[in-house]
């Protein structure tokens, strides 16, 4: 059904294309899009008959830019996956410590990107140390709240059947309060990534190349609109292969979560 609706997509936007209907600047074929793909991953003349090549689109493959920001990602959101626990368990075993914390949080949660992306770049430059931070900032909320959710939903007469059988504070914490967070600690990673991934563009807004998001946003402006739509593309398909690697990972570590 779903590569039945997809012919159906293309098969649209071919015949919209087709006809004249929208500008080529506005709207491009799929063929132009595919040759902006093929192109972006490719060398080629800078000119008709001339020996000079050029490779890629600004001086980076395709991959390269997707390798970038996926290598982004990767420092901002696995910081957030090593802090966001610790402080998600912090907060849902201390409630003072919830309290005074939680309205920040949510605050911090609620905050578009784009609103502190510009405060970023004043404290600590354009260069990847603020893309870092503004991609932590996106994956942390989502961590802390999923692991003190987890955390408060654990039932205390499992805790307190642990102990009774002479169970330790470190055998409660791995055998009982771990395997009862893990889902949703998992479902909290998988909900920053996804987060984070659709930041990426406002991470490579300034100075962003190489990078798929600072790609994209680059062949936009030089109206480049064949290109902006493959590197869309590829930043769609990665984002749904990141969910699907999660929820894989996600079915070896807790097998038994959902079943009766």
């Given at each position: 059904?779903?590569?039945?609706?997809?012919?159906?997509?293309?098969?649209?936007?071919?015949l919209v294309?087709?006809?004249?209907?929208?500008?080529?600047?506005?709207?491009?074929?799929?063929?132009?899009?595919?040759?902006?793909?093929?192109?972006?991953?490719?060398?080629?003349?800078?000119?008709?008959?001339?020996?000079?090549?050029?490779?890629?689109?600004?001086?980076?493959?395709?991959?390269?830019?997707?390798?970038?920001?996926?290598?982004?990602?990767?420092?901002?959101?696995?910081?957030?996956?090593?802090?966001?626990?610790?402080?998600?368990?912090?907060?849902?075993?201390?409630?003072?410590?919830?309290?005074?914390?939680?309205?920040?949080?949510?605050?911090?949660?609620?905050?578009?990107?784009?609103?502190?992306?510009?405060?970023?770049?004043?404290?600590?430059?354009?260069?990847?140390?603020?893309?870092?931070?503004?991609?932590?900032?996106?994956?942390?909320?989502?961590?802390?709240?999923?692991?003190?959710?987890?955390?408060?939903?654990?039932?205390?007469?499992?805790?307190?059947?642990?102990?009774s059988m002479?169970?330790?504070?470190?055998?409660?914490?791995?055998?009982?309060?771990?395997?009862?967070?893990?889902?949703?600690?998992?479902?909290?990673?998988?909900?920053?990534?996804?987060?984070?991934?659709?930041?990426?563009?406002?991470?490579?807004?300034?100075?962003?190349?190489?990078?798929?998001?600072?790609?994209?946003?680059?062949?936009?402006?030089?109206?480049?609109?064949?290109?902006?739509?493959?590197?869309?593309?590829?930043?769609?398909?990665?984002?749904?292969?990141?969910?699907?690697?999660?929820?894989?990972?996600?079915?070896?570590?807790?097998?038994?979560?959902?079943?009766?």
């Amino acid at each position: 059904m779903a590569a039945a609706v997809f012919v159906v997509l293309v098969g649209a936007w071919w015949l919209v294309t087709a006809l004249g209907v929208v500008p080529p600047a506005y709207l491009p074929s799929p063929g132009a899009v595919i040759d902006a793909f093929v192109q972006a991953n490719t060398c080629r003349p800078i000119s008709e008959g001339s020996s000079r090549v050029v490779c890629g689109e600004f001086d980076y493959y395709m991959w390269q830019h997707l390798l970038a920001s996926l290598g982004r990602i990767g420092i901002g959101v696995g910081a957030a996956i090593v802090l966001g626990p610790i402080a998600g368990f912090l907060m849902g075993t201390i409630g003072w410590l919830r309290d005074a914390l939680d309205p920040y949080l949510n605050f911090l949660r609620a905050l578009p990107p784009l609103g502190y992306v510009g405060l970023l770049i004043v404290w600590f430059g354009i260069g990847d140390v603020s893309k870092y931070w503004l991609l932590f900032l996106a994956a942390f909320p989502p961590l802390v709240i999923a692991t003190m959710n987890g955390v408060r939903g654990v039932k205390q007469d499992h805790i307190r059947a642990a102990r009774s059988m002479g169970a330790s504070r470190t055998q409660v914490a791995t055998r009982v309060l771990l395997p009862s967070v893990l889902p949703e600690l998992l479902s909290g990673i998988r909900i920053a990534t996804g987060f984070a991934w659709t930041t990426v563009v406002a991470a490579e807004l300034n100075n962003g190349i190489p990078g798929i998001g600072g790609l994209a946003y680059q062949a936009g402006t030089q109206i480049q609109t064949a290109l902006t739509i493959a590197s869309i593309i590829v930043i769609g398909i990665v984002a749904v292969a990141l969910d699907s690697l999660i929820k894989f990972i996600s079915r070896i570590l807790t097998p038994w979560h959902g079943r009766a």
